[in-house]
């Protein structure tokens, strides 16, 4: 594969673009820290996606992890520090603003979008994953709501992707429990479309990418638009609600203790408040 072109937005710290014919890849590189959508990547990632989504010759996408974890979801020492700086809520509004228009930007993109879950997809990141228009796993891809470990809501459009693809009690189960849920129950539930051997992961990925780009990406972008005018309420208004109410949960003594647990690795003792 070769760099993409893009501009002279390159190069990215966090991300890195490449493309095979008319399918681009982008790839989360921050191995070492579970590839966090922190506010840098956040930044990074949509600049990167709003010129893909613009260029005529790129006809799919894939998005992919590297290491590890495909994310990790957000930057919880960031958010520890936004806690002791007394700005948690400033935080997460400066966090939110680049993901939730990243959440958007894929489901209104007019070309497929295929995820390729490398490994671990927490918060965040499974909605990342979600946000897209496929996804192929790993056998070894876990995914998880663990939004409620720091006493958040689903975010990054997690309300509205549950409680449309599910059952409201197996949405409560996903959302309010955090567990970590494997590639085939995954599957199962029809979030994942394919589960292959991790060592056929890419390929696999690419494969599907390539027979969207030969498509015809007109009648792709009008199914997006129609599967998205068929959820009834706008989908932009919805997630405008759903960032208020995650920056309003950081105001919360139970947002602390979370985050707080989750840096130390305890187990957090919620008082609801």
């Known amino acids: 594969m070769e760099k993409m072109e893009t501009g002279g937005l390159m190069p990215y710290n966090t991300i890195s673009i490449t493309e095979e014919g008319s399918v681009a890849v982008c790839t989360l590189t921050a191995a070492e820290k579970l590839n966090p959508l922190d506010v840098e ?4 990632l949509l600049e990167a996606l709003r010129v893909i989504g613009t260029r005529d010759d790129i006809r799919a996408l894939v998005i992919t992890g590297t290491g590890k974890a495909f994310s990790a979801g957000g930057d919880v020492k960031g958010m520890l520090k936004s806690i002791e700086d007394g700005v948690p809520d400033a935080f997460m509004d400066d966090l939110t603003r680049s993901l939730y228009a990243i959440s958007i930007l894929l489901r209104e993109m007019p ?5 390729a879950v490398n490994g671990v997809a927490v918060g965040a990141g499974m909605n990342l994953a979600l946000s897209c228009d496929f996804i192929i796993a790993a056998e070894k891809a876990k995914f998880s709501q663990g939004f409620i470990k720091l006493a958040l809501i689903p975010g990054f459009g997690g309300t509205h992707m549950l409680i449309h693809q599910l059952p409201w009690q197996k949405a409560a189960e996903i959302a309010m429990l955090g567990d970590m849920i494997g590639a085939e129950e995954m599957k199962d ?15 696999e990925a690419m494969e599907l990418a390539r027979r969207l780009a030969e498509g015809p990406t007109l009648s792709f972008a ?3 638009r129609l599967f998205l005018d068929a959820m009834g309420s706008s989908f932009r208004d919805h997630l405008e609600h759903e960032r208020d109410v995650q920056v309003q949960s950081t105001l919360t003594g139970d947002y602390e203790t979370g985050v707080r647990a989750m840096v130390d690795r305890t187990t957090p003792k919620f008082s609801g408040k």
Do not use: M, S, Y
């Not at 990547?41 to 990074?44: A, Y």
């Not at 539930?189 to 390929?203: C, I, T």
């Open 41 to 44: 990547t956040g930044k990074e």
């Open 111 to 115: 070309k497929p979008v295929v995820a």
């Open 189 to 203: 539930l029809g979030f994942v479309n394919k589960v292959v051997p991790e060592d056929r992961l890419p390929a």
């Open 222 to 224: 009008r199914t997006k």
